[in-house]
């Protein structure tokens, strides 16, 4: 086998999702399993819905799930331009080429006339193909007509046999020729269409195997067809399922944030989305092996072991999955992209104003919350009151007042304020968990009695991490210059004691 080629042909008409982001996976991973090359095709000849800025994200998002591109835009390559609409000029020359060889013709047929002819095929229950009635027009007509300023389509002569093609994930598919019709490669506006650019660039770009989303297999025979009026080799395909919800329609925003830009803003990770992407629609030889690091996806994968029966997207398993990452995630990474979260809430500077404690600090505020979250966007909400501590709110909420309300509780907390307010210094976990020995001796209340009401005045609530982590936490966080004050431990106290 020679170099393998594969390419990814976005059109910038929108965000990328899930379907086109596992398309554009599978050709990067095949590429890069076999030392072939991938390419980045942009697709942009429909000029109305094209936008630079969509083709910008587009390519943020590809390099940020690390697939990179050989050749492509901003890149280059030996086939360059690698934009649609920067190619006008090579499909006028492939079109005139068709035209010269009689593999294409001109049709002049008009608007109205070619809806008479689908209602008439519709009327007699015959397929609503072209009937091809500008075939016989002679080569003199045609040009005569073509130089007096008639507009004219230009259409494929479909060949007289059925279309095959072989696709790597279905087996042979064939279309029959009367299915196909002749095909318009060329708008009488002088725009070319999808199929025709797309044939002629997978062609030039020494394309050798296209794999691409299912929808575009009734394309493939068209395809197919101007390959063959080329003379060119045909590649091999593979059409990758479609991608599902849970209720089995086709994955859609019904179901729920399906674009790459939005994962990354709930905070998945790109390991995540990949490994999670790589295993919809296929699967390692031999097991039921679920993790792969993106190094491991690239020896695993192969195309053999893509599967035709649709993929189910599961945004529970995405979560789980991102869970495994950000645990695996090293703790100076993980604080540079929860940071931008924190900023947000107005608790932290920006990143490259803040002091090296303030950093080490986080660090360790992350590993206490983000064991207990699937996205990094819940952080905030975790940790929310180690910086906006609300005695109130804490003090209303039901479970809170019942708890408070007994005997019991108050005597903990009495007990508990003399200790604090008897130490000057600022109390380590240690000193902690003694105060905590202490009150138990001295009121005779111990578990649930004992430990809730002191988390109720120091967190708000009754349930949360360890105090043996909070409790550094908070003493070392009010130390540090943040935008909002962290209170200590006494702090805290003082606080909900005063409201
Ligand atoms: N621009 C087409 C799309 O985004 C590409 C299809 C293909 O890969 O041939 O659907």
């Known amino acids: 086998m020679g170099t393998i080629r594969v390419r990814f042909a976005p059109s910038p008409t929108g965000l990328l999702h899930v379907g086109n982001a596992r398309t554009a996976l599978y050709n990067w991973l095949f590429a890069r399993h076999h030392g072939g090359k991938f390419i980045l095709r942009i697709e942009d000849t429909d000029v109305d819905r094209s936008e630079v800025r969509h083709e910008a994200q587009l390519m943020e998002d590809l390099r940020w799930m690390g697939m990179d591109w050989d050749e492509g835009p ?47 095929a519709m009327a007699e229950h015959r397929p609503q193909v072209y009937s091809g009635r500008c075939r016989a027009l002679g080569a003199e007509e045609s040009a005569r007509r073509a130089a007096a300023g008639e507009a004219f389509a230009v259409r494929l002569k479909i060949p007289d046999h059925p279309l095959r093609f072989h696709d790597l994930v279905r087996g042979d598919v064939e279309f029959p020729q009367e299915t196909v019709s002749d095909p318009i490669l060329v708008r009488s506006s002088g725009m070319p269409v999808y199929n025709y650019v797309v044939t002629v660039d997978d062609a030039l770009m020494e394309i050798t195997h296209v794999i691409r989303g299912d929808d575009h297999i009734s394309n493939t025979p068209k395809q197919v067809a101007i390959y063959e009026a080329f003379g060119w080799n045909v590649p091999e395909f593979a059409h990758l399922s479609t991608i599902l919800g849970s209720d089995r329609e086709r994955l859609s925003k019904r179901h729920g944030a399906t674009s790459i830009a939005s994962f990354r803003e709930m905070g998945i990770l790109p390991e995540a989305l990949v490994n999670y992407l790589a295993l919809l629609g296929w699967g390692a030889e031999g097991g039921t092996r679920e993790i792969f690091p993106l190094e491991e996806l690239v020896d695993a994968f192969k195309l053999e072991r893509v599967t035709a029966s649709p993929a189910v997207f599961d945004f529970e398993k995405l979560n789980w999955m991102n869970r495994h990452y950000l645990r695996e995630c090293d703790a100076d990474r993980l604080a540079e992209l929860a940071w931008p979260y924190f900023v947000q809430a107005g608790w932290l500077p920006e990143q490259d104003a803040a002091a090296a404690d303030v950093r080490a600090w986080f660090e360790r505020l992350l590993a206490i919350f983000v064991p207990s979250v699937d996205l990094l966007d819940q952080v905030p909400g975790k940790a929310r009151f180690v910086f906006d501590f609300d005695p109130l709110r804490a003090r209303d909420e039901e479970e809170n007042a019942a708890l408070l309300a007994s005997e019991n509780a108050q005597k903990v907390l009495a007990a508990f304020a003399a200790k604090v307010r008897a130490h000057a210094e600022p109390v380590d976990a240690a000193q902690f968990k003694a105060w905590m020995n202490e009150v138990k001796a001295e009121t005779g209340v111990k578990g649930k009695e004992l430990f809730h009401p002191v988390r109720i005045a120091l967190t708000g609530s009754h349930s949360g991490p360890e105090f043996d982590k909070l409790v550094p936490l908070f003493e070392e966080g009010s130390a540090l210059a943040l935008p909002k004050h962290v209170l200590s431990v006494r702090e805290r106290v003082e606080k909900f004691l005063a409201e």
Do not use: M, N, W
Not at 87 to 105: C, F, P, S, V
């Open 74 to 120: 901003g890149v280059f390559g030996p086939h360059a331009p690698y934009r649609q609409s920067e190619r006008l000029g090579i499909y006028r020359e492939h079109t005139d080429r068709l035209l010269t060889e009689g593999k294409a013709y001109r049709c002049f047929c008009t608007t109205e006339e070619l809806e008479g002819e689908r209602a008439q």
